[in-house]
C-alpha cells in the first residue's frame, strides 16, 4: 500500500539547509500498521507530512495503492492517505459546528455539501447523531479526536497517518480512542502508520516498528521483539530503555 525509496527532506536554503529526512526507504503492506519512533526532532513527522501530500520539501520515490504520487497530487492521490494529529483541540476549527468540520474535506474537494454524510461519519466512531449541532469546546477531548478520526475517513482514505494520536488525550480514554482505531483498521482495511513516543501505543498498535535517529531508519523491530527485551541495536535499546520503560 505504501512504497518509499530513497526518501530525502531538507528545509532551507544555503548555510540554513537543514537535511532532516535522509534516504529512508520502507514498505507497508495493506492492512498493516508501520510504528515509526525516535527522539524529538528526529523527523517522524516529516515522514508523515511527506506521505500525506502536506509537504513538498521531499525528494525520492513515493508511491500509494502502487501508484508514484508527484509532489503536486491529484485529487485522488491526495485522497488516498489522511492525517490525524496530536491536538484535536488545535486540528479542528473552534467556532465551526461538529456538522460542518465533518463536511468540510468533502467540500473542499468539491464532492457536494456533505451534509448527509456527517451522521454516518459520527457513528462509525461511536458518537452520537447530537453531536453534529455541538462546537468542538462543548466535547470531551477524547470525543474530539474521535471527531478528527471521523472527518479523516470523510474522504474514504486507504491509508491513515496518525502522528501522536492519544499522547494529548487522559490516560482513561486513549485506550478506548486506540480500540477504535484497531477496530476501523479492520472494518474497512485501512493501512495505518504510527508515530508514537509510547511503548504501550506501539505494542498495541504495530505489527513492526521502525527506529528512526537524525533523520535515517536505524532499526525495525516487531512488538514481540521488544517486549522480549531482545533488542540488539545499541540506539534502539537506549532509546526503548530510557524513553519508554
Ligand atoms: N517546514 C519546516 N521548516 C523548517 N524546519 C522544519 C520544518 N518542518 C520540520 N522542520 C524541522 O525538522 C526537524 C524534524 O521535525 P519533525 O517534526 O519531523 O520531528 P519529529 O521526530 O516528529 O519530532 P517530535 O517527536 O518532537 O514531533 C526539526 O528540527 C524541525 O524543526
Known sequence: MIEVENLEVAFGKGDDRKQVVRSVSFK???GETLGIVGESGCGKSTVLRSLAGLDRHWTGRIALAGQ???KERTKEQFELAQMVFQDPYGSIHPRHRI???LAEPLRA???GEGWDRVVPALERVGLPAAFAERFP???SGGQRQRVAIARALMLAPQILLLDEPTSALDVSVQAEVLNLLSDLREEQQLTYVLVSHDLSVIAHMCD???VMKEGVFVDELTPD???GGEITQPYSKTLFEASFL
Open 28 to 30: 507497508v503492506a495493506k
Open 225 to 227: 521483539a521488544f517486549r
Open 208 to 210: 513492526r516498528v521502525l
Open 68 to 70: 508514484d504520487v508527484a
Open 99 to 101: 456538522e460542518r468540520v
Open 109 to 111: 474537494m468539491k464532492r
Open 137 to 139: 469546546h462543548e466535547l
